[in-house]
């Protein structure tokens, strides 16, 4: 048989026979820049700075993933002002309570503030629609009493126009073109009627 080369590497047919020569060489150069490799390592790690160096970093990445956790926490926290809103949908969504909550926001509160604010506003209400009513059922009593008033004043008035005297009011054109004798015959009744204001 003939001798075949295989890529570089020449065998007799019956045993081939490797390039261990090549193997060898590309097998030292691999080692030796591991070599290198770990001595560059071992060089590294013996320098303080370096060492101080990956130490400051190590903590800046520590502190950056607490602000990062912190950070997160915080966004899935709902503001104090949400939170009220959540227990207490549409509070300050009446027209002079919305310029209560513009107002309000201008200051850093936590949901107590807020929550007090709420019952003061309440209590404001409450107070102003009591006042209200008070004052409406004031004035209606005054407009029934007046009523009651008038109404008796036109009865009595009308009820002394009718006196045994004829029944007759007297006007002060009458009064003025009665004799002495008329005067005092109706005397009385004249001082009665202006005393009832009855005499126009």
Known sequence: MQNQQFNGISSPAVTPQINYQNILGQLLAALAMNAQKEQFVQQLSNNKQIQQLISALNETNKVNQ?????????????????????????????????????????????????????????????????????????????????????????????????DGNNNKVFTREEIGKMSGEEFVKNEKLIMEQVRQGLIK
């Open 66 to 162: 607490k602000e990062n956790a912190v950070s997160e926490a915080q966004k899935s926290v709902l503001n104090p002002l949400d939170l009220f809103n959540k227990e207490n949908p549409g509070f300050f969504d009446r027209s002079a309570r919305s310029d209560v909550l513009s107002y309000i926001r201008n200051f850093d509160m936590d949901k107590d503030e807020i929550s007090k604010i709420a019952k003061m506003i309440e209590t404001l209400e409450k107070s102003a629609i009591d006042g209200y009513l008070k004052q409406s059922a004031h004035d209606k009593t005054l407009n029934d009493e007046n009523f009651a008033a008038k109404s008796k004043l036109t009865s009595y008035a009308q009820n002394a126009a009718l």
